[in-house]
């Protein structure tokens, strides 16, 4: 008998008794003797019998799984937000499944169908750069499935929601490299709609405004890719008054600035200064490395994981969603000049 396709049926027809019977001594049932629990266990042990992960979901209505969905799973913020939910979920007897939209909204929208369809238990997410409509997480709400959503998170479903204070990190990265003599400041920005786009850029003209800087709008440009960021950075360093520095919207795009840079015969931080977003791993394996603003993307995972899971054990409807904020901090590294 292969171990694998060992049922309850078996063991009783071993022991010659009912598979009740066998099923109320593996929960250590008292109306059973102790000799039967004995040999059951004996049994059990021997035969290496598992129960069934469907049948027990079908019966108790909870498969001990949840869902994530990322944007991207090769970008290391991502991976470490997962880092820091499999911890949570793990240590609270929960399975993670991990779904990736690849910044495609039709992509995000079978990804939550195949969430409803797996039946899990709760879902962690952060939209796609795409998603403008939101009626996919509607139906997930509707098919009540506890739904948290981390870092990139719509404003307009009520929902728990888990973000870094984007518009603070976004402040302090701009002030700081005004505080080293630096008035023109570029911005590569993340889409509008996006509230981390939105928020970061809000924060970098509230710094400027802030120490006397009027905005300059050919320094805000969309760019939010390495690739972007590479045919970008030529163009801005070509204006007539070019930026003494760029502050760019997550890391990844600071490097593409950086290679641009390089590539122009430009100096950081002597002739430019660059800071980014994210401290992933990247910020630390650039030439020089990367000056950024810390999202301390694991904690963000467990937070929310963690919220996820007392959704899930309290079983009742959401009235009251919360959005938890984490402070970001500044990470001084050697993109940027020191302050005088």
């Known amino acids: 008998m292969k171990a694998h396709n ?19 001594a593996i929960k250590d049932h008292p109306d059973i003797s102790t000799e039967t629990k004995k040999q059951v266990k004996e049994l059990v042990e021997k035969l290496k019998y598992k129960p069934n992960a469907v049948a027990l979901s079908l019966r108790s209505r909870k498969t001990n799984m949840i869902g994530v969905i990322v944007p991207q799973i090769v970008h290391h913020f991502f991976s470490s937000v997962i880092s820091g939910i499999e911890e949570t979920a793990m240590a609270g007897g929960y399975n993670v499944m991990i779904f990736q939209s690849n910044e495609s909204y039709d992509r995000e929208v079978l990804n939550v169908q195949g969430l409803i369809n797996s039946r899990v238990d709760g879902a962690l997410v952060s939209i796609s750069k795409e998603s403008k409509k939101f009626g996919h997480f509607r139906e997930l709400i509707e098919n009540e499935t506890p739904l948290v959503f981390f870092d990139r998170a719509p404003e307009e479903i009520e929902a728990d929601k888990v973000v870094v204070d984007d518009f603070a990190g976004a402040f302090d990265a701009t002030e700081y490299l005004i505080k080293t003599g630096c008035r023109r400041i570029a911005h590569f920005a993340a889409p509008q709609h996006l509230q981390i786009g939105y928020k970061r850029q ?17 320094l805000i440009v969309k760019c939010d890719t390495l690739d972007e960021a590479l045919v970008i950075t030529p163009k801005i360093m070509s204006l007539p008054n070019p930026p003494e520095a760029i502050f760019t919207v997550n890391d990844l795009t600071a490097a593409g600035v950086l290679k641009a840079l390089k590539k122009l015969g430009l100096k950081v931080p002597e002739d430019v200064s660059v800071i980014g977003f994210t401290d992933g791993l990247v910020s630390t394996v650039t030439d020089p490395a990367l000056s950024t603003i810390s999202q301390h993307g694991f904690d963000l995972g467990k937070t929310a994981a963690g919220i996820l899971l007392k959704r899930i054990s309290s079983g009742i409807e959401i009235t009251d969603p919360v959005t938890e904020v984490l402070k970001t901090n500044l990470v001084i590294r050697e993109s940027t000049r020191l302050i005088l």
């Open 6 to 24: 060992v049922t309850i049926k078996d063991i009783a027809r071993e022991l010659g008794v009912s598979p009740s019977t066998v099923s109320r």
């Open 202 to 218: 809000r924060g970098y003209i509230s710094a400027l405004e802030k120490n006397g800087i009027v905005v300059d709008d050919d």
